[in-house]
């Protein structure tokens, strides 16, 4: 049995990457991003399956509601809010022309769940994200992470993914 569950609607994997890959805005703006993220979500309403946000980029599985699959404005509006307000970043004169701060990559990955084991493996994935990239070696060390209320709704455990220290050898990309 699947210790995860769809709702109704589509149900989207998403990954959005800031334009600097060595930047750190996300985790510096987390509390900007929660705000805008909020306000977009009662706007346009969605729900937040799973999420971590990482210095440079932001991991999330969203299900909409029945019969909308219009994620896309949703991240316009994500992105836009975010950074209105914040200074602008070294940018391409195609960037320029289009007003664009050059904070985020234009593009952003998305993938549609196809059932529950695509589900689980696409939370597990993002759960140990900040474990892969190097962050922490702990899941449960990452604060900007739905880890924590996937624990206190009994769905993980609080040592989920264990400690990288216990384990000898390199591992990933």
Not at 4 to 13: L, V
Not at 41 to 62: G, N, S
Not at 101 to 110: S, V
């Amino acid at each position: 049995m699947s210790r995860y569950r769809r709702t109704q609607g589509s149900t989207f994997f998403f990954t959005v990457v800031l334009a600097d890959r060595s930047s750190t805005l996300l985790a510096d703006h987390v509390d900007r991003l929660r705000r805008i993220y909020q306000t977009v979500q009662q706007r346009r309403p969605f729900e937040t399956v799973a999420i971590c946000i990482l210095p440079d980029h932001l991991h999330a599985i969203w299900s909409l509601p029945k019969n909308d699959s219009d994620f896309s404005s949703r991240w316009n509006l994500i992105k836009g809010g975010f950074s209105r307000g914040l200074e602008a970043q070294e940018r391409s004169a195609s960037k320029s022309l289009k007003r664009e701060k050059g904070i985020w990559q234009r593009r952003y990955w998305e993938h549609a769940i196809r059932d529950d084991a695509d589900l689980e493996r696409h939370v597990d994935y993002i759960h140990f994200n900040p474990v892969k990239h190097g962050l922490v070696t702990r899941v449960r060390d990452w604060s900007l992470s739905s880890f924590h209320r996937y624990v206190d709704q009994g769905t993980l455990p609080v040592d989920w993914g264990g400690d990288m220290r216990d384990i000898a050898g390199q591992f990933g990309e």
